[in-house]
């Protein structure tokens, strides 16, 4: 049975720090690339971010690059998105997903790309 459990969310000010972690079961982790996704209220879902199967290559979306950091622990089944002088812009519920190959492609950033989602924890940054 496959789970994918985010947690780390919260509420923070302009300017300061959060770190997400989302834990994963049920599928060989490493395997696969991870990425992380945001939904903001009335918008819809983007990525945020893309990892490959080893951590060896990363992928960052134009709006947050240089102050998000992606990282995994294979050995724990689990990925993190460090987010750093987060912006109220930045409020949004945070998913991770596996993407469907091991390495991350130009195609990154495309939901039907992903599988294995989780219910995602909620960040609010406050202005």
């Known amino acids: 049975q496959v789970q994918v459990v985010e947690s780390g969310g919260g509420l923070v000010q302009a300017g300061g720090s959060l770190r997400l972690s989302c834990t994963a079961s049920?599928?060989?982790?490493?395997?696969?690339?991870m990425g992380w996704f945001r939904q903001a209220p009335g918008k819809e879902r983007e990525g945020v971010s893309c990892?490959?199967?080893?951590?060896?290559?990363?992928y960052y979306a134009d709006s947050v690059k240089g102050r998000f950091t992606i990282s995994r622990d294979n050995a724990k089944n689990t990925l993190y998105l460090q987010m750093n002088s987060l912006k109220h812009e930045d409020t949004a519920m945070y998913s991770c997903?596996?993407?469907?190959?091991?390495?991350?492609?130009?195609?990154?950033?495309?939901?039907?790309?992903?599988?294995?989602w989780g219910q995602g924890t909620q960040v609010t940054v406050s202005s």
């Open positions: 990892i490959n199967w080893s951590g060896g290559s990363t």
């Open positions: 049920g599928f060989t982790f490493d395997d696969y690339s």
């Open positions: 997903a596996a993407f469907r190959y091991p390495y991350c492609s130009a195609s990154w950033g495309q939901i039907n790309e992903y599988n294995y």
